[in-house]
């Protein structure tokens, strides 16, 4: 159980467009998701914790308008990473939060975003 | 605010060597301790968990004790095998903190384990 995917694994994109990252829980309801970038042999950095139903809270530093997050379904939150530049090449990953027991999170695979 | 601490790595082992990575915490309230494992090109994977002191979180061989007293949540292993490489991290919740809802990670131990 508590597994979640994202699509697409990896995406090369032209700077200057747009890229959507999908994250699905496909066997649980997942009232919160949040949102991760990974750079090579680092830590995770949060960038958005995003509720089903209402707007994205954004960390520090995370442009909102850059980096949109939809989460409108109990199921499905989105990244679309807009106007993107290569800069923003990175290792994305999404991960739901399970309600009550622990508090722990279950990840997607992750998407590796290249601009060229 | 809550934050994890663990060993820098990498660790390099040999195959059946033990494994301890060190890692203490500093929280609020009263969290929750994970230790996430991730395998090269992939997402994270919850390894183990322990919600209150004292408790013994074990997975796949691998053990780590809750110890409220040194605010420590050591990750250890008996006999590591080629395929336990991978970055390990540290990491809390405790919705009451100063996190919220957030997991905080540590910034995560590389092991590398030889034949």
């Known amino acids: 159980g508590a597994v979640v995917s994202q699509h697409p694994s990896w995406v090369i994109c032209k700077s200057g467009t747009s890229v959507k990252i999908e994250c699905r829980s496909l066997d649980f309801q997942a009232t919160t998701m949040f949102w991760y970038r990974q750079f090579p042999k680092q830590s995770l950095m949060l960038m958005a914790t995003?509720?089903?139903?209402?707007?994205?809270?954004?960390e520090q530093g995370v442009e909102k308008d850059k980096f949109l997050i939809n989460h409108a379904s109990l199921t499905l939150s989105t990244l679309t990473v807009t106007s993107a530049h290569p800069e923003d090449s990175s290792f994305y990953i999404c991960?739901?939060?399970?309600?009550?027991?622990?508090?722990?999170?279950?990840f997607g695979p992750g998407t590796r975003l290249t601009v060229t | 605010g809550d934050s994890v601490t663990q060993m820098e790595g990498p660790v390099t082992l040999s195959e059946e060597a033990f494994l301890t990575i060190n890692c203490t915490y500093t929280a609020t309230g009263y969290p929750s301790l994970f230790w996430y494992v991730q395998y090269p090109g992939e997402g994270l994977q919850l390894l183990l968990k322990?919600?209150?002191?004292?408790d013994k979180g074990s997975n796949k061989g691998f053990e780590a004790t809750y110890r409220k007293e040194t605010t420590s949540f050591h990750l250890e292993k008996g006999s590591v095998q080629v395929s336990d490489s991978a970055v390990y991290f540290c990491a809390l919740s405790d919705p009451r903190g100063t996190g919220g809802f957030k997991t905080i990670f540590g910034a995560g131990t590389r092991l590398f384990v030889k034949a």
């Open positions: 991960s739901a939060r399970v309600q009550g027991g622990a508090y722990e999170q279950y």
């Open positions: 995003s509720n089903e139903g209402s707007k994205a809270t954004y």
């Open positions: 322990a919600t209150k002191a004292d």
